[in-house]
């Protein structure tokens, strides 16, 4: 394929049509009658694309994202799943689903929340004492090594209620939900440093930390964001909340954060809004926050030497609130951990370079982008030359003295991803377009992209690590009218995957979003990510034991009492489970801890119990564990819900919940 783009793309597909016309031509009497309405597979290219209205560059789009069964894609995307609390993985370039991961949400395919294992995850996202059992992910963001994508964990944020979930991509299911016990809502996250040391996850709405409560009036006085530095064990696979920490940040609306790498390695940046610390009244009379918020000319990008504030918080300088070691304003302000800089109107996106030398800044009510020098800003810290303080007591440097230039892009500028031949690629939302840019030296945008419509994030190949690989962008559209069937007013979002290799962007295939609003993804080269097939016998994946204590293997399936505790001790297997029939008394909590004893690829089982809201998936090897309180008395019949042989619907068995007797 990479051939094919060097040449002209008309010529290319010209070219591929003459050959496939002429292999077809002693058939092409036969087919002709066929071309007009009923396509067989012999039909010549050009009556196809005649008969589908297609043009050549359509034929051209379809070749270069085609792929046959039994091929595989070249890339996974990792898209957020937005409101719908999960993970969508999307393979590259056919953009087909591949899998939704569970995170946040219950997903009762996978019995993702509707089992003691899964459920245990959910609720170590509970807030304040309450389930929560939705999330709105924003950031999907792979582990990396050296800055580069190493294919082991995923990490995302729920900017609702301010969580980061852990995602093992050895078999793809959440291991890990933390609670951020400082933040009412998060937006900056789940970034990762270079050598992923820290899961990053910075507030957005100001609150008082520590969740508590202040007036409204207070705000400039009690509110505050937060920058959480989640420690990651990665022998463990989880997140160390004891080694965690955090940065108290001004209740200016922190938005997007991105950690340096390579000469910026060791600082992260963050961009801001409602640097005005508007907070609405409109009740009263007063201007909504939107308009409040919109006032200055310039908000502050967050400039933070994490490598520092490490040390700083190593050595006590700390304040512990709602458990965990704040660091506070006065000390990083003071010790050049924290400092700020201008930038223009109401910013969005924060995306450092692949070398590490500059940050990008869009600015939603500006034109610009901004490119920030990471050399120069290094130096203004280090020599204090600053141009004064903000009310927080934090140093400003000089807008001009830390920028290397700007790039007029168009209307409302967000995001900025890169290639590997040092081109920006900048999502445009009023303007609908993706803009093209050099970020070596700072043109003009080379090339404008239609897209359909009102671009939010953009994703390119690899495009956060040291060495991105350009080929493909994927536009994330918040916007779709025109574009698919209509599904009443609920629209999909939509998917524009892009070539970026040849000299000129190209469209090559929409895909619906259905489940959600997707704000980020991260594209990773398939190679690199290595599944399990199988789970090694008895293993919980959600616990990591291997095996589960109460794996069960053939032969040893047994119901013990103990009161009104009942546990049934219980296999699967094509076709059957054992035992198949389990008999208790009202009232009695049962647990069923079932094993799938298959060792085969793809023999996955699953169990529920008709009205106890339960379902587990057993994949080959898993075990899992199901508790309810057997309370309302009848026959209930359970069995397995994967069409796992011919004889899956003999695979059943019953619960028998005899009345009480009193
Ligand atoms: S956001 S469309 Cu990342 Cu939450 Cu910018
Ligand atoms: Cu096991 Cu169907």
Redesign the pocket.
């Known amino acids: 394929m990479r051939a094919y783009t060097l040449i002209g793309s008309t010529l290319f597909a010209t070219g591929l049509i003459t050959l496939l016309a002429v292999g077809c031509e002693n058939r092409h009497e036969a087919n002709k009658q066929a071309a007009t309405g009923n396509l067989g597979a012999s039909a010549s290219v050009k009556d196809l694309m005649a008969a589908r209205d297609l043009s050549e560059a359509d034929v051209e789009a379809a070749l270069k994202t085609y792929v046959p069964t039994g091929k595989m894609d070249e890339y996974y995307l990792f898209a957020s799943g937005g409101q719908s609390g999960n993970v969508n993985v999307i393979g590259v370039p056919s953009m087909r689903m591949l899998k939704v991961i569970g995170v946040f949400t219950p997903e009762s395919w996978q019995g993702w929340g509707f089992g003691d294992d899964t459920e245990s995850i959910l609720d170590q996202g509970n807030q304040g004492g309450r389930k929560i059992r939705w999330a709105d992910v924003h950031h999907p963001n792979l582990s990396e090594t050296k800055g580069d994508y190493d294919g082991k964990y995923l990490f995302v944020n729920d900017k609702a209620n301010a969580r980061v979930a852990v995602v093992d991509l050895e078999d793809f299911t959440t291991k890990q939900i933390v609670a951020n016990p400082l933040a009412a809502s998060d937006h900056g996250g789940a970034f990762v440093t270079p050598n992923t040391e820290y899961i990053i996850e910075t507030s957005q709405y100001p609150a008082p930390l520590g969740r508590e409560y202040a007036p409204i009036e207070e705000y400039a006085a009690k509110y505050r964001g937060v920058a959480v530095f989640w420690k990651f064990d990665r022998e463990k696979g989880r997140i160390d909340k004891d080694k965690s920490w955090a940065m108290e940040l001004p209740p200016y609306t922190q938005d997007l954060a991105d950690a340096g790498k390579l000469d910026s390695d060791g600082w992260m940046y963050i961009n801001s809004f409602n640097t005005e610390l508007a907070v609405g009244g409109t009740l009263d009379g007063k201007p909504p926050i939107e308009s409040g918020a919109s006032q200055n000319d310039m908000d502050y990008l967050h400039v933070i030497n994490w490598k520092k504030a490490e040390e700083l918080v190593a050595a006590g300088k700390t304040k512990t609130i709602a458990g965990m070691r704040v660091l506070m304003m006065d000390v990083s302000g003071s010790e050049g951990v924290l400092t700020l800089v201008g930038e223009p109107k109401s910013p969005h996106g924060c995306d450092v370079t692949p070398d590490g030398k500059h940050v990008v800044v869009g600015g939603k009510l500006d034109t610009h982008t901004t490119i920030y020098d990471v050399a120069k800003m290094k130096q203004l810290i280090a020599d204090k030359k600053f141009e004064g303080k903000d009310a927080y007591g934090l140093p400003i440097m000089a807008f001009k003295e830390a920028i290397a230039g700007q790039v007029e892009i168009g209307l409302g500028p967000l995001h900025t991803v890169f290639d590997d031949q040092g081109n920006a690629y900048t999502s445009v939302f009023i303007e609908s377009v993706v803009a093209k840019w050099s970020y070596r030296d700072y043109t003009k945008p080379v090339e404008k992209l239609k897209v359909h419509y009102n671009i939010g994030h953009l994703v390119s190949a690899e495009g956060d690590t040291v060495s991105p690989d350009g080929k493909y962008v994927v536009a994330m559209n918040k916007m779709s009218m025109d574009r698919f069937l209509p599904v009443g007013p609920l629209y999909p979002q939509n998917f524009q995957l892009v070539g970026i290799e040849g000299p000129a962007m190209r469209l090559l295939a929409d895909m619906p979003m259905p489940n959600s609003e997707p704000h980020y993804a991260q594209m990773i080269k398939a190679d690199k990510i290595k599944p399990v097939k199988v789970y090694k016998p008895g293993t919980n994946p959600v616990t990591g034991a291997e095996p589960d204590p109460n794996a069960v293997v053939g032969g040893k399936e047994r119901i013990v009492r103990n009161g009104n505790r009942v546990e049934v001790f219980m296999t699967?297997v094509?076709?059957h489970f054992t035992p198949d029939r389990i008999e208790v008394e009202q009232g009695d909590v049962v647990t069923i801890h079932v094993s799938n004893v298959e060792t085969a690829e793809d023999q996955t089982?699953g169990i529920t119990f008709n009205m106890y809201n339960v379902h587990s998936s057993l994949e080959p090897g898993k075990t899992a564990n199901i508790t309810f309180t057997a309370d309302v008395p009848g026959a209930y019949p359970f069995y397995?819900t994967?069409?796992?042989?011919a004889l899956?619907l003999e695979?059943l068995g019953y619960l028998l919940v005899k009345p009480k007797q009193n």
């Open positions: 699967a094509r076709s089982h397995c994967e069409f796992c042989s899956h695979m």
